[in-house]
């Protein structure tokens, strides 16, 4: 195995091993919450940006990279809850358009107070300010794709607009 092949495995399990303790922090403290899990907030906010206009389900899932089968369950729970509704789409008799409801904008809200601080626990609190800058430099190179396939200068020389984004609150 080569060195770049070395250092490429130890970022690429690093990388891993950091979600999944951020993931297990913030998981863990909405659990002790009674808040519902973390993937309901992100079908939540989703709606909730969707506005008037709602969303279809194809929309969430490409929004949420979620399979099929693993969306349209979660979404029925998301509805047994109260937290959503579906409607007839009018421009497409077979599909339908989901909406938060009030109670759906309130639970939202109530998991963010939560979530916010969560992220500050596993991720904020163990990094100086320098060091968040230059992680988040770093994860935005990492999300950027090459040019074409075997152009990496492209995902080196570009800066991917995440980089600037925030989480809504």
């Given at each position: 195995?080569?060195?770049?092949?070395?250092?490429?495995?130890?970022?690429?399990?690093?990388?891993?091993?950091?979600?999944?303790?951020?993931?297990a922090t913030i998981e863990s403290r909405l659990k002790q919450a009674d808040m519902p899990p973390l993937e309901w907030y992100d079908v939540l906010l989703e709606l909730?940006?969707?506005?008037?206009?709602?969303?279809?389900?194809?929309?969430?899932?490409?929004?949420?990279?979620?399979?099929?089968?693993?969306?349209?369950?979660?979404?029925?729970?998301?509805?047994?809850?109260?937290?959503?509704?579906?409607?007839?789409?009018?421009?497409?008799?077979?599909?339908?358009?989901?909406?938060?409801?009030?109670?759906?904008?309130?639970?939202?809200?109530?998991?963010w107070a939560v979530y916010g601080k969560a992220i500050k626990q596993a991720i904020g609190g163990r990094l100086i300010q320098s060091d968040a800058d230059m992680l988040?430099?770093?994860?935005?190179?990492?999300?950027?794709?090459?040019?074409?396939?075997?152009?990496?200068?492209?995902?080196?020389?570009?800066?991917?607009?995440?980089?600037?984004?925030?989480?809504?609150?």
């Amino acid at each position: 195995m080569s060195e770049t092949t070395d250092i490429n495995q130890a970022i690429w399990i690093g990388l891993a091993k950091a979600h999944k303790a951020a993931l297990a922090t913030i998981e863990s403290r909405l659990k002790q919450a009674d808040m519902p899990p973390l993937e309901w907030y992100d079908v939540l906010l989703e709606l909730e940006r969707a506005g008037a206009t709602g969303a279809r389900a194809f929309e969430l899932r490409e929004k949420l990279l979620l399979p099929q089968y693993g969306l349209s369950r979660l979404l029925a729970r998301i509805e047994n809850a109260g937290y959503i509704t579906r409607r007839p789409c009018e421009d497409d008799g077979r599909g339908q358009r989901l909406f938060i409801t009030p109670s759906g904008k309130a639970i939202r809200k109530a998991i963010w107070a939560v979530y916010g601080k969560a992220i500050k626990q596993a991720i904020g609190g163990r990094l100086i300010q320098s060091d968040a800058d230059m992680l988040l430099r770093l994860m935005a190179l990492l999300q950027c794709q090459p040019d074409s396939e075997g152009d990496e200068d492209g995902a080196k020389a570009a800066v991917h607009p995440s980089a600037n984004r925030r989480i809504a609150r």
